[in-house]
């Protein structure tokens, strides 16, 4: 597949070197055939968890909307600053105990709190009660 | 805890209305115990997404970082558009399985692609080879 054909998926990164690393890399270039194998092995394990952690914010999104549909239900506000506290103290601990860098394990907090307030927003714009999905769960 | 003593975790968010919803709400405000409840379980629900999550994170960390390394040993560039090509639509296609909105995956992706992005920067701020983490994986 030619670079040109998929340049919209990488705006800023098509004028970066790349190394293709596939089968042909290694029959290619035996030198690195065992390289190349490595790398495939732990492609595959990115590929599980992604998969596993998709499959969670799949169901992370549908208990924040059943939330969100609650809230609205009883006129309470979508913010909850307590509840966020909580949340930001509870996932720096777990990332720490899981020897993950408690920088990102607020990163993640931030893209799905940001996702939800986009999709507030499209919801809103679109007429139906915004309130149906929450920002802060 | 006081609204003032956390002003700097939610700088853009300050002055929003909130309602907090916990134990004291339902005792205040009888008619709302059940909505309270029900809100209490969805959230705990959520925390335990949000750990298995942070622990999945944790290793995909652990596996892009070997991939940086074999890549920086061999001498492969950081990037390889072929297997981002494929992770793009795996993730796509994951998500529509999973009934998630396939552009929150897609915010998944960039998520933990500009999380690898930053720490890459840091570590050539800090004199460290900068192969030893890897971007695209």
Known sequence: MSDSEHDWLRPEEEH?????IDVGTAQSNPEVADAVAKIAALRQSIDNVDTAIVSLLAERFKYTS????????????PADYKREDYQIERLHRIAV???????????????????AKRRHKRIAENGVDPGALDVFA
Chains 1, 2 share one sequence.
């Open 66 to 77: 059943q939330v969100g549909v609650l809230k609205a239900r009883e006129g309470f506000a």
């Open 16 to 20: 970066e070197t790349e190394t293709v």
């Open 97 to 115: 105990d899981a020897g993950l860098d408690p920088d990102i394990a607020e990163m993640y907090r931030e893209f799905v709190v940001t996702e």
